[in-house]
């Protein structure tokens, strides 16, 4: 069980706009820094949002990050074939003094 | 470029210990912490441990603390993490990523993992 909660799936078809939730609590995304990577099958994770809302230069400007409190969300507008992958959030946790991730969440392009 | 490769996975039984190294390049390794973060099959990252840049830090997750030590060596430019008294549930890809400059950041580089499977 994650010490951060995400959706296992989400989905869209191309052009549309998808959101990923992530809760925490008071101690990790209450507290500090969300970071979001994605990772295609077979690959490495990429991060694609740091700092909670700040963009990696080369992630496109379709990838836009939010937090409020201990919850945190990642959206996809534009959808696109290649966002198909599986999204990560992560934090540290000072009551753990370690990071934390979420399950992750598949996203589907219909 | 940042490149991170990392190696000495393999097969072992239960109870036993392996090795494994996460060579860098691209970058000033003195100048950046470092971590191990592990991915079972089909399942989801888990964050394993960290170290400073200079070596006078260190944490772990509670599921290898006490088993697991992760070193540095700021000469050679590589990372280490040493598995003992390995169980079936350390069974993962492992891969070490590199934190980002800022004491704030996550980890910024990913290296492609190595695998290691626990069984006997």
């Known amino acids: 069980q994650s010490v951060l909660t995400q959706p296992p799936s989400a989905s869209g078809t191309p052009g549309q706009r998808v959101t990923i939730s992530c809760s925490g609590s008071?101690?990790?995304?209450?507290?500090?820094?969300v970071y979001w990577y994605q990772q295609v099958p077979g690959t490495a994770p990429k991060v694609v949002m740091h700092?909670?809302?700040q963009r990696p230069s080369g992630v496109p400007d379709r990838f836009s990050g939010s937090k409020s409190g201990t919850s945190a969300s990642l959206a996809i507008s534009g959808l696109r074939s290649e966002d198909e992958a599986d999204y990560y959030c992560?934090?540290?946790?000072?009551?753990?003094?370690?990071?934390?991730f979420g399950g992750g969440t598949k996203v589907t392009v219909l | 470029q940042v490149q991170l490769v990392e190696s000495g996975g393999g097969v072992v039984q239960p109870g036993k210990s392996l090795r494994l190294s996460c060579a860098t390049s691209?970058?000033?390794?003195?100048?950046?912490?470092m971590h191990w973060v592990r991915q079972a099959p089909g399942k989801g990252l888990e964050w394993v441990a960290v170290?400073?840049?200079?070596?006078?830090?260190?944490y772990y997750a509670d599921s290898v603390k006490g088993r697991f030590t992760i070193s540095r060596d700021n000469h050679n430019n590589t990372l280490y993490l040493h598995l003992a008294r390995l169980r079936h549930e350390d069974t993962a890809l492992y891969y070490c990523?590199?934190?980002?400059?800022?004491?704030?950041?996550?980890?910024?580089?990913w290296g492609q993992g190595t695998l290691v499977t626990v069984s006997s």
């Open positions: 990523a590199r934190h980002g400059p800022g004491t704030s950041d996550g980890f910024d580089s």
């Open positions: 691209g970058f000033t390794f003195t100048n950046y912490a």
């Open positions: 170290i400073s840049f200079d070596e006078t830090l260190t």
């Open positions: 008071s101690s990790s995304i209450g507290s500090n820094y």
């Open positions: 700092r909670n809302s």
């Open positions: 992560a934090a540290w946790d000072d009551s753990l003094s370690g990071w934390v």
